[in-house]
């Protein structure tokens, strides 16, 4: 492994290319007990889960959108794998059985209305008046009531992906949520450090859809946390188009040109993060895009064999990383020769 | 105050008096305040200036409306008005003319038609039966227009009832806590070809509204039945509406009109039909006419009308929806009422085009300050912005939509003016899908409110359908031509106690004062022997305010006779009173005293009326702040050439002829509205029409207009012999 861990990796952070197939994973699995054991450092353990939270802070009839966004991510999350039991979903109002909606019980995020994103196998976790920022905070801290059941709960551990996902009218450093309270960005950063210091999480990555959404990431410390906004300070996030039947604007931009990426995948596609943010157009978001990486470089980066900026593992469970594939590799290599070397010495 | 007195009367050995000057020297509000007063003339000119001036800009400081409710979100959503509903409309119309032309003597059949298509749309269908009441002056009814239940008169036959219409759709999804109110307004006896259009119009709405998804308020049709008046009908139903009476009456409702065959009729006819049926609170109320065309226009014309009891507006919101759809949705041009004397005035073109000239002037030294102004947009606004003023300030509504504010529920009366004679059927069908497509929006819109209408202004001007001047900009204006009103005060009596210490030394010296009586009279009380005479002036306002209830009491008395009856004991009541509490005259009243007393009430009364009218005190202000300030006795020596005497004397005697309350309302009337035929008479009507609507104005007219124009009359004329022989010696 010493050979493995010497070697360059140059412009190893704008070169984050995933390949995932079972197989992969399988061998994976297997050689797992290697790199982990052969790391000094415990704290850096094996990505082994993925969650996802995603919550929607705002409610009433015009901030439909924002329902809209949300439940469309909670779809696509769910088509790129990650089970209902991993998926916390918070949303502050009920669009679906608003009286004004002229297709009761449906929610679409898009003027074709194709697609339904209030169909089947919905689970809303917080919901209402639910949807506040102290229950966002015992979510992803993990302190909750003894009565609240597993469901609601992010059950997860020092080897957890999670995706935050957040939508809703935000402004510098906060983000509001149902028209009476807000989320400030010390809150958001003094509750990334407590699950940090948890090891609720392995690494995290944040998405932000507000105006001026670059200001909530602007007091976060803890490493292994990326943060993805739609905006930066100063500028507004608006909403992509507007269904004149249902009489709202029925998603935001961010959203609606993430989501358009992620259409684009499958489980077993090849896509990197820089492809995402190369596929933000400021001129057709109208704002600019926000990345905040420097957390996520740690200092021991050698030392993970498996690890790196496959942050899209976060949205799929059997995913593998193309260094690991190599790593894995020559670690099969190794183990042949050293295999080899040992039946010769025997004999 | 202190400072003032302790510099002029400072005598040099009194050690009290440097003491106190010191102290208030200290005081910097003190040494600004004595500073203000000791300028007081400068102050008041200067003020006075400004605040006409400020007026005068308003229209150039207007602003441009905005949505400022994010809820509401007009013209989001695809208009479903097709041609279908305008056949429907059609329909409607042709039906609605056929049952006139059939019944010659129309009992009450165009109700029973008119309930019989909303029965047959599938909502809910009930009729109001209300009889007229007359206006009677209610002296202490002003403030709360909720009168009086009409008692519904047994003898009544059921000729003397109106009958509205009143149809509610249920919201199917709805939690029918909230309601949307339509009116269109038709007179059941004499109905005219426009008023049965705007019927179609309202029922194609109506029956589109009942088949659409997205409704979360309820929504009410009340075809008003406005044989008696439409603001009549219309503050009726609301008034039943908001008044549920409990006791046995209201089940014997159809009882009592027995005799009434038609009730009958309407009774078999439907279910329940009579009983008076509530959807929940009113979001907002939109009252619509179409009028007959009168001069050709390229465009089919919107006229809004918002202005209620007095001086209230609805929200502003309300108006930016219905101006943004009309405008920017279906191309109609939105029109509001404007001051015609004032377009084609001579001074108003004048002051645009100093304005225009200042704004070019402004743009050559510096191209990026944002001051453009046009004559004619000028002039436009002016003539807006008066006419706005003064139907505020008149505090009575300009129609039906008055009655729902004063249950606090937005209302704008919105009257259709077609570019094409109405009977035209290719222009009508289209004038009708353009309107009808206007109410589905604004009812969609406000449908979209989560609360009630709070996020923009109630308190505004507007100087064009789309523009408005803010209560924090108009403000300056009045707080302008107001705040010298105290200081001038404070000055007047602090020269008269100033005057007076430099007399009582002489006094002292020559006469020893005996008597209590005459202590008061010439000592540091003298002031409320102004005051005195200030109350029983304003005692006298309040009889003479309170005289036309006998008179209208009077029967067989026409409105000359009554008005002649009025003036004529409001006039013997007065030496009454002089004789009962002394004249002013006699009182030996120095009239600065009596100035400042008076000036002090104006800027009391003023103040006071500007929270109840904000826009009768501001037209008031206009008169009564330089008439008062300009007073002058006519006999009293002035240490000023003869030309600015003669300009003062001249001032001060045309502003006690403009600010005489009939006069004044008469140059109001008549800028607004034209001089016409006039007689004496037509005086009764004004104030009978200010006190049947319950106008403020009427109060302000009497009890601060007048006893200061007549103070003003009594200063003008003040003898000024004590203030002579004062000076002599």
């Not at chain 1, 492809?275 to 109208?286: G, K, V």
Request: charged residues 20%; proline residues 3%; neutral net charge.
């Amino acid at each position: 492994m010493a050979i493995d861990r010497r070697r360059p990796k140059p412009s190893r952070r704008s070169h984050f290319v995933i390949r995932e197939t079972l197989l992969l994973l399988f061998l994976l699995l297997i050689c797992a007990p290697s790199p982990s054991s052969s790391s000094s450092s415990s704290s850096s353990s094996m990505h082994n889960n993925n969650w996802a939270v995603l919550v929607c802070t705002s409610r009433f009839w015009f901030n439909y959108r924002h329902m809209a966004n949300t439940l469309s991510l909670y779809r696509t999350v769910k088509r790129l794998g990650i089970p209902d039991e991993r998926i916390i979903l918070m949303l502050a109002d009920d669009m679906a059985c608003n009286a004004r909606n002229t297709y009761p019980a449906q929610v679409f995020n898009n003027e074709n209305h194709q697609l339904n994103l209030y169909g089947d196998n919905v689970e809303v976790d917080y919901r209402g008046y639910e949807v506040t920022v102290e229950n966002f905070l015992r979510v992803l801290t993990g302190r909750h009531d003894s009565a609240v059941p597993r469901s609601k709960r992010l059950l997860s551990d020092e080897g957890s992906h999670i995706l935050l996902y957040m939508t809703g009218h935000g402004g510098d450093e906060f983000l509001k949520f149902q028209d009476s309270e807000e989320l400030q960005s010390h809150d958001l950063a003094d509750v990334v450090k407590q699950m940090k210091e948890k090891n609720r999480f392995k690494e995290l990555l944040i998405m932000v859809d507000t105006c001026q959404a670059a200001t909530l990431f602007s007091q976060l410390n803890s490493p292994g946390v990326l943060a993805i906004g739609s905006s930066m300070k100063g500028e507004n996030s608006y909403s992509h188009h507007l269904d004149s039947d249902i009489g709202v604007s029925v998603v935001d931009r961010f959203t609606f040109y993430t989501l358009t990426f992620f259409e684009k995948l499958n489980m077993y596609s090849n896509a990197s993060l820089n492809s995402l943010f190369a596929s933000y157009n400021p001129t057709l978001l109208m704002s600019t895009a926000y990345y905040r990486t420097d957390l996520y470089e740690r200092p021991l980066n050698e030392d993970r064999s498996c690890s790196s900026y496959e942050w899209l593992k976060v949205l799929q469970d059997r995913l593998a990383d193309e260094k690991s594939d190599t790593i894995v590799m020559y670690g099969l290599g190794t183990m042949i020769l050293l295999l080899t070397v040992s039946t010769w010495l025997s004999t | 105050m202190a400072g003032e007195r302790g510099e002029e009367g400072g005598e040099e050995g009194d050690p009290n008096l440097k003491k106190r000057a010191h102290a208030a020297r200290s005081r910097l509000i003190v040494r600004l305040g004595a500073f203000l007063v000791s300028h007081s003339a400068l102050v008041s000119v200067v003020c006075c200036v400004a605040g006409f001036i400020t007026l005068f800009l308003l229209p150039v400081l207007a602003k441009h409306t905005y949505i400022s409710e994010n809820a509401l979100m007009p013209g989001s959503a695809n208009p479903l008005f097709s041609s279908q509903d305008v056949n429907e409309a059609n329909r409607f119309i042709k039906g609605i003319i056929h049952k006139r032309i059939e019944k010659e003597e129309a009992g009450i059949e165009l109700q029973k038609f008119i309930g019989q298509s909303i029965a047959d749309v599938g909502a809910e269908v009930h009729y109001h039966k209300f009889s007229p009441h007359t206006n009677h002056f209610n002296p202490l009814h002003f403030f709360s227009s909720t009168s009086n239940t009409a008692r519904i008169d047994t003898n009544n036959s059921c000729a003397s009832f109106g009958v509205n219409t009143v149809g509610i759709i249920r919201a199917p999804r709805g939690d029918g806590k909230e309601a949307i109110v339509l009116v269109s307004p038709y007179n059941s006896q004499n109905m005219e070809y426009n008023e049965a259009l705007s019927l179609g119009l309202a029922f194609s709405v109506f029956s589109l509204l009942s088949k659409v998804t997205w409704l979360a308020k309820d929504i009410v049709w009340l075809a008003a039945d406005s044989r008696f008046g439409e603001y009549n009908s219309v503050s009726s139903w609301l008034n039943d509406y908001h008044n549920p009476i409990f006791s046995r009456d209201s089940g014997n409702l159809d009882s009592i009109s027995n005799d009434c065959h038609h009730w009958n009729e309407i009774r078999i006819q439907g279910a329940n039909s009579n009983f008076f049926k509530r959807a929940g609170t009113m979001a907002a109320a939109l009252v619509f006419k179409v009028m007959e065309k009168k001069e050709k226009g390229d465009r089919d014309c919107l006229t809004m009308y918002a202005e209620a009891s007095n001086g209230q507006m609805p929200n502003l919101d309300l108006l930016n929806i219905v101006h943004y759809l009309a405008v920017h949705r279906q191309g109609l041009r939105v029109k509001i009422e404007t001051m015609g004397s004032l377009l084609n005035s001579a001074w108003v073109k004048f002051t645009g085009e100093i304005l225009e000239g200042v704004s070019r002037l402004s743009k050559s030294l510096n191209p990026q300050w944002k001051f453009d102004v046009t004559t004619a947009d000028y002039v436009e606004g002016a003539a807006t912005l008066a006419s706005s003023m003064y139907y505020q300030a008149l505090g009575v509504p300009t129609g039906s939509h008055g009655a729902f504010r004063d249950y606090q529920i937005d209302a704008v009366t919105l009257e259709f003016l077609p570019r094409f004679y109405l009977r035209n059927e290719n222009a009508q069908s289209t004038f009708l899908l353009r309107s009808g497509r206007l109410i589905e929006g604004v009812v969609r819109s406000v449908n979209n409110l989560l609360e009630k209408f709070h996020q923009s202004f109630f308190l505004y001007f507007l100087t064009a359908p789309n523009k408005f001047v803010s209560v924090g900009v108009y403000m300056i204006a009045f707080a302008l031509l107001v705040a010298p009103l105290p200081i001038v005060a404070a000055a007047l009596f602090a020269r008269a106690k100033a005057n007076e210490i430099t007399t009582d030394d002489c006094a002292e010296k020559c006469t020893p004062i005996d008597t209590k009586e005459s202590e008061i009279a010439t000592g540091s009380w003298k002031w409320l022997q102004a005051a005195k005479v200030l109350l029983m002036i304003h005692s006298w306002a309040v009889i003479v305010s309170l005289l036309p209830y006998y008179i209208s009491h009077m029967i067989n008395l026409n409105s000359t006779m009554s008005m002649l009856t009025w003036v004529s004991l409001s006039i013997s009541t007065l030496p009454f009173l002089y004789a009962l509490f002394g004249s002013p005259f006699s009182l030996n009243v120095e009239w600065e005293l009596l100035k400042a007393v008076m000036v002090a009430t104006i800027s009391i009364g003023l103040g006071l009326m500007s929270i109840i009218n904000f826009s009768t005190a501001q037209i008031g202000a206009m008169l009564l702040v330089p008439m008062s300030l300009l007073v002058h006795p006519l006999k009293a020596k002035m240490n000023v050439n003869a030309l600015l005497r003669a300009a003062l004397l001249t001032c001060n005697i045309a502003f006690a002829f403009l600010g005489f309350p009939p006069v004044a309302l008469l140059v109001a009337k008549g800028l607004s509205e034209g001089f016409g035929k006039l007689s004496i008479g037509d005086f009764w009507e004004w104030m009978e029409f200010l006190w049947e609507w319950n106008s403020a104005t009427y109060l302000y007219l009497l009890w601060v207009q007048l006893p200061c124009w007549l103070l003003c009359i009594h200063i003008l004329l003040h003898p000024c012999s004590r203030g002579d022989s004062r000076h002599k010696q």
